[in-house]
C-alpha cells in the first residue's frame, strides 16, 4: 500500500531564504508525482508534475525533483517570498484512478 | 478554459440531517471527476470517482454516496450526517489517468 510523507508538518523562513520541501513515498512504481500549493480554505493548484522516467521539472523558481529508486522527492523553492506562504502537497499517481496524497508541508514566509 | 465550481462554500449543518454538495465544470467535455474530503492535518482522501454520466466508484465505504447526472455535474449526499463527516470537500477534475488533477475552491462541512 502507497503512503506517502511529507517533513516537516511546517517551516518558517525569512525572506530570501532557499529552502527545499521533502516528500517520500514508499513503492516505486508510481507513474508520476505532482506538487500541489493549497492557501487556507481554498482548493489544490497544482504546481509541478514529474512523469516517472523524468528527473526534475523546473517552473519559475520552483523546481522538483524525482528519485524513484529512493522513494523521494523534493520542490526547491529559490529566493522565498511572503506571497510563497502557503500548504505545499506531494501527491505520487499509482495507477487507475487514484492519486495518493501527502498531509503536505505549511510554509510560513517572514517579511 | 476550464472551470470548477463547488457550492455551498461552508455549511454547518446537525448530526443526523441530509447532505448535498454540488461541483460542476465547465470548458470541458466528458471529465474524470473526483470527490476528495480532507481532514486537519491530513492528506486527501480519494471518496468517488467518475468516468461519465451514471458510472461511480466508491474508494470508502462510508455513510456517502455520489451521483453524475450530468456529464459536468458532480453530486455528494449523504442521507444521515455523522460527526465525523465533518471536513474539507473537494472536487477535481483530470483529462485522463495520470494527469494533473484540477480542484475546485472546496466546501467546509461543520457537523454538530
Known amino acids: 500500500k502507497q503512503e506517502v510523507t511529507q517533513i516537516p508538518a511546517a517551516l518558517s523562513v525569512p525572506e530570501g531564504e532557499n529552502l527545499v520541501l521533502n516528500c517520500s513515498f514508499t513503492d516505486s512504481a508510481i507513474y508520476n508525482l505532482q506538487w500541489f500549493r493549497q492557501d487556507p480554505g481554498k482548493g489544490l493548484t497544482s504546481l509541478l508534475l514529474?512523469?516517472?522516467?523524468?528527473r526534475e521539472q523546473t517552473s519559475g523558481r520552483l523546481n522538483a525533483s524525482l528519485d524513484k529508486s529512493s522513494g523521494r522527492s523534493t520542490l526547491y523553492i529559490a529566493a522565498s517570498q511572503p506571497g510563497d506562504s502557503a500548504t505545499y502537497l506531494c501527491?505520487?499517481?499509482?495507477?487507475?484512478?487514484?492519486?495518493?496524497f501527502g498531509a503536505g508541508t505549511r510554509l510560513f514566509v517572514k517579511a | 478554459s476550464q472551470t470548477i465550481h463547488q457550492w455551498p462554500a461552508t455549511l454547518v449543518q446537525p448530526v443526523g440531517s441530509p447532505l448535498s454538495l454540488e461541483c460542476t465544470v465547465e470548458?470541458?467535455?466528458?471529465?474524470?471527476l473526483y470527490w476528495y474530503r480532507q481532514a486537519a492535518g491530513r492528506g486527501l482522501q480519494l471518496l468517488f470517482y467518475s468516468v461519465g454520466i451514471g458510472q461511480i466508484s466508491s474508494e470508502v465505504p462510508q455513510n456517502l454516496s455520489a451521483s453524475r447526472p450530468q456529464d459536468r455535474q458532480f453530486i455528494l449526499s449523504s442521507k444521515k450526517l455523522l460527526l465525523s463527516d465533518s471536513g474539507f470537500y473537494l472536487c477535481a477534475w483530470g483529462g485522463g489517468t495520470g494527469e494533473t488533477q484540477y480542484f475546485g475552491p472546496g466546501t467546509r462541512l461543520l457537523v454538530l
Open positions: 470548458g470541458t467535455s466528458n471529465p474524470n
Open positions: 514529474i512523469q516517472s522516467s523524468q
Open positions: 501527491a505520487a499517481y499509482t495507477g487507475g484512478f487514484k492519486t495518493i
